[in-house]
Every structure is written in C-alpha cells, then in structure tokens.
C-alpha cells in the first residue's frame, strides 16, 4: 500500500460536559475528554484490573452543537476521527502539545437526556471535511 491513513474510531464515556467555543463568523468548535477502558486479570494475584485511556475529542460547528445539544458527562458514544497534534506557546514562554481526536463521524449509544425524555431515536452525524477555524 502505497498510501497512508490516519483513522481512530473508539466506544467509550464522556468525562465532562462539551464545552463549546465559538469564533467570528459562525464556526465553532467543541471539545470533551473521552474515556476508554481496559479490562483484565492480574495473572499473578488475579485481581481484576480496570486501565482508563482519555482522549481530548473536537467536533466542529453543526456537529459540535448537536453534541452540545444532546450529550452528557458519562454519556456513551461511537467515533470516528483522526489523530491531530499541535503545540502552542503558554504565557510563561514554554512550549505546551497536546494530541486530539478530530472527529468525522459520531453516533450517540445512549444518552441520559435520551432516557430522561423516553425517546428512542439517536443522533448521528458527520463533521464538515472544512476544518479551518
């Protein structure tokens, strides 16, 4: 294969509410930690251990206020995105990076808002490709 693909989906839990930031012009972005967990026996005690990755997501504009809309901490969801790096530099001159998942596709498993209004039907949508805030 001669190409090369950069291409994340994972299941897990919203850490935190989606917090929303919006810019001139329209667009805005949203942003929320991710959980994801490991589950296995210690072979040597056999102790069940749970092992918790987080995942900084971004959704953007329509995506990002559907997320908004219907999501909460503890929430489940699916998905899809890519890997996006970036460093910046802090007030106090240091160099700060963080790795984030820019999301294409979602689908909300369950929601505790769904569950609260009795409705069946999820959201899902896509993300623009535009990515250019």
Same mark, same amino acid.
């Given at each position: 294969?001669?190409?090369?693909? $950069?291409?994340?989906?994972?299941?897990?839990?919203?850490? =935190?509410? *989606?917090?929303?930031? %919006?810019? #001139?012009?329209?667009?805005?972005?949203?942003?929320?930690?991710?959980?994801? $967990?490991? *589950? %296995?026996?210690?072979?040597? +005690?056999?102790? !069940?251990?749970?092992?918790?990755? @987080?995942?900084?997501?971004?959704?953007?504009?329509?995506?990002?206020?559907?997320?908004?809309? %219907? &999501?909460?901490?503890? =929430?489940?969801?699916?998905? #899809?995105?890519?890997?996006?790096?970036?460093? @910046?530099?802090?007030?106090?001159?240091?160099? !700060? %990076? +963080?790795?984030?998942?820019? *999301?294409?596709?979602? +689908?909300?498993?369950? +929601?505790?808002?769904?569950?609260?209004?009795?409705?069946?039907? &999820?959201?899902?949508?896509?993300?623009? =490709?535009?990515? $250019?805030?």
């Amino acid at each position: 294969m001669n190409g090369t693909l $950069n291409k994340v989906i994972l299941i897990g839990h919203l850490g =935190d509410e *989606v917090k929303m930031h %919006y810019f #001139e012009g329209g667009n805005c972005i949203g942003r929320f930690p991710l959980a994801t $967990n490991e *589950v %296995y026996i210690n072979k040597t +005690t056999g102790e !069940k251990i749970t092992s918790t990755e @987080w995942h900084n997501i971004v959704v953007r504009n329509k995506a990002a206020e559907i997320c908004e809309k %219907y &999501l909460s901490k503890g =929430d489940k969801i699916y998905i #899809e995105g890519r890997i996006k790096s970036r460093q @910046w530099q802090a007030e106090d001159g240091a160099t !700060k %990076y +963080t790795t984030e998942i820019q *999301v294409t596709e979602f +689908t909300f498993l369950n +929601t505790k808002k769904d569950t609260d209004l009795g409705k069946s039907s &999820l959201p899902t949508g896509s993300a623009p =490709d535009d990515y $250019n805030v």
